[in-house]
């Protein structure tokens, strides 16, 4: 756990008595519901900076109510790529996951932004008694961009949150995913700035990604066994093949090879779930063979 919260003592914080990630029981609320970003006319132009598809948003935080501002994505702007194997989103000129946490800079409250406004009383009343009251308030100054290392930090306080208020298990395992994308991601930027593939920051990387990867599958699990579908917005055959592809990642082929059959044999899949299913199936077997000789 240590691993996972590190670098939180500095806003007063730590995990002592916090006990395992996923071991809560959830109270309640799984709604969601993504904010529009502020309609703005679509550019068409192609190389845009970051800064430039990014605005200050104001919010008002749900738990001390304090007005404050937190970079969002112009989702007008964006242009999509084509996401990698595991679903993780990809845009032009922008890691839209960095500026997926919306962080209170006044009483430490930080939530996914699908989440930051659904706080039962209850939960209010947990976060203020287990992060508010420790918090050393942070910058209010809102930077032209996050970095990576901001980024996780943002994901990290929002994941310490999500334990406090005894969120769902699949808010923690998706925050987890989102941490290890990450964590990708700044290996991708750091790789395009020149940084060896042996260097000891993107072995170290590399070594983060995969706690933050084996965490959230973890996760994940113990969440489609437990709680309704739509799941982190996603439907039981997205989900299924999202676990599966971290599977193969994680070389658990007997979780994945399972969880494709089930789509296969599924009676209610679109085409487009069987056919991604297949190439899974077919994956599998390839490394399975190579291993074997
Ligand atoms: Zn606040």
């Not at 200050?56 to 007005?67: A, G």
């Amino acid at each position: 756990m240590d691993n996972i919260f590190g670098g939180l003592e500095k806003f007063g914080l730590n995990m002592e008595d916090m006990g395992d990630l996923f071991s809560e029981e959830k109270p309640e609320e799984k709604e969601k519901k993504e904010e529009t970003a502020a309609a703005e006319a679509p550019k068409t132009v192609d190389d845009m900076d970051e800064a430039e598809l990014l605005f200050q948003r104001e919010l008002t935080c749900t738990v001390c109510d304090h007005k404050f501002k937190a970079l969002s994505v112009r989702s007008s702007k964006l242009r999509r790529l084509p996401p990698d194997k595991d679903l993780r989103p990809r845009y032009k000129g922008v890691d839209t996951l960095k500026y997926d946490v919306y962080s209170c800079p006044y009483c430490g409250y930080t939530g996914m932004t699908r989440y930051f406004d659904h706080l039962s009383p209850l939960q209010i009343r947990l976060i203020r008694d287990g992060v508010c009251s420790k918090f050393n308030s942070s910058l209010l100054d809102v930077p032209e961009t996050y970095d990576y290392d901001v980024a996780l930090e943002r994901y990290k306080l929002s994941l310490y949150n999500t334990v406090v208020k005894k969120g769902t298990i699949s808010e923690k395992a998706y925050t987890c995913l989102k941490m290890s994308w990450l964590c990708r991601g700044k290996i991708e930027e750091l790789l395009a700035k020149g940084a060896s593939k042996d260097s000891e920051t993107i072995k170290r990387c590399e070594k983060e990604e995969l706690t933050y990867y084996a965490q959230a599958f973890e996760g994940l699990i113990k969440a489609v066994a437990s709680e309704s579908f739509p799941i982190c917005g996603m439907d039981q055959n997205t989900m299924y093949i999202l676990i599966a592809q971290m599977a193969i990642k994680l070389e658990k082929y007997d979780v994945a090879s399972k969880l494709v059959s089930r789509i296969l044999v599924s009676k209610t899949a679109p085409r487009a779930i069987k056919d991604r299913a297949l190439d899974l199936k077919q994956e599998i077997i390839t490394i399975l063979r190579g291993t074997a000789q």
